[in-house]
């Protein structure tokens, strides 16, 4: 017998308190972004490699060529794992979805632990970094006062959410390198406190 898989939009928001919804777009959040840096990589990688061959002089070696294009084979291949890593833990009941996530990865040998624990990491990083090349944006010449206050309330709110949803990542990341569950559970308790460090971190420096 078929199963009905069709779903309302949004129906994993449905029913649930105001807490759980949150949580969910947290997780969101993070299955959002890694489908655009996923997208990024996919498109990316061919973009150098043929720009490489066709326009560099002299033309990017083959080997070259090979190894940027194995590389990416390899990023391709653990952005689709993290996709749906995300997009698996979203569909569970389990909460705090981030931390479900975090703690249900697998645990790594000392070998790949640090490989697995680099990708998490570099990927949050780069979330704060696409949000702080945005607000780059954002800088209006010659100023008054309200536009003044508008630009610093923009650049705040997009760090700010930038950080918000790299929480998972760092979530990930610490459940792969450490393993401990106390200290994932909290971590994401304080995460708030992290944001806001993390916010003005970039916001001041």
Request: proline residues 3%; hydrophobic residues 55%; charged residues 15%.
């Amino acid at each position: 017998m078929s199963q009905n898989t069709d779903r309302e939009p949004f129906s994993f928001f449905k029913g649930r308190s105001v807490h759980s919804i949150l949580h969910r777009i947290e997780a969101l959040l993070g299955l959002i972004l890694a489908c655009f840096i996923g997208l990024g990589i996919g498109i990316g990688g061919p973009v150098i490699v043929a720009s490489g061959l066709l326009y560099d002089r002299p033309p990017l070696p083959i080997w070259k060529a090979i190894a940027y294009s194995l590389g990416w084979l390899v990023l391709v291949y653990f952005e689709y794992r993290t996709v749906l890593i995300f997009g698996d833990a979203l569909e569970g009941e389990a909460e705090p979805v981030s931390v479900h996530a975090a703690l249900g990865l697998s645990r790594r040998g000392l070998f790949t632990r640090p490989f697995v624990a680099i990708w998490w990491l570099g990927q949050g990083i780069a979330i704060i970094w696409a949000g702080d090349r945005l607000v780059g944006y954002f800088n209006i010449s010659d100023r008054s006062t309200a536009e003044a206050f508008y630009q610093h309330a923009v650049q705040i709110a997009v760090i700010l959410a930038s950080a918000f949803a790299s929480n998972m990542f760092f979530l990930c990341f610490l459940a792969v390198l450490i393993g401990n569950e106390w200290l994932v559970r909290t971590f994401w308790r304080c995460r708030i406190i992290m944001d806001i460090v993390i916010t003005w971190s970039v916001i001041l420096r």
